[in-house]
């Protein structure tokens, strides 16, 4: 079983940096896919980008080449940089734990789940 807690998330202006992260504690992380997801006010929840237990690297067309994930083995944790940030972006942002060895794009596909952290990009 996995618990997960994400921080990092504020607000900031446009065009401005964030870097999320999701601390895993239970079990290593490197043992599950990450997924981070983001839900707006009156949106669903979508997918932002994953990484599998191989390394394979999977992200929306929204945020790819400007969002990148990344994991640190010691801490436990993977991160979320965010780069060149929009107003769309604005959202509550989760990461999440999926067993398998893929990336799920829905978030059926996952297991664990934190209890998210806002972002916020005013324009």
């Known amino acids: 079983q996995a618990q997960l807690v994400e921080s990092g998330g504020r607000s900031v202006q446009a065009g401005n940096s964030l870097r999320l992260s999701c601390a895993a504690s239970?079990?290593?992380?490197?043992?599950?896919?990450m997924g981070w997801f983001r839900q707006a006010p009156g949106k669903e929840r979508e997918f932002v980008g994953g990484?599998?237990?191989?390394?394979?690297?999977h992200y929306a067309d929204s945020v790819k080449g400007r969002f990148t994930i990344s994991g640190d083995n010691a801490k436990n944790t993977v991160y979320l940089q965010m780069n060149s940030l929009k107003p769309e972006d604005t959202a509550v942002y989760y990461c999440?734990?999926?067993?398998?060895?893929?990336?799920?794009?829905?978030?059926?596909?996952?297991?664990?789940w934190g209890q998210g952290t806002q972002v916020t990009v005013s324009s």
């Open positions: 239970g079990r290593t992380f490197s043992s599950y896919a």
């Open positions: 999440a734990a999926a067993t398998g060895w893929g990336v799920p794009l829905s978030p059926g596909g996952y297991t664990y």
């Open positions: 990484i599998s237990r191989t390394g394979n690297q």
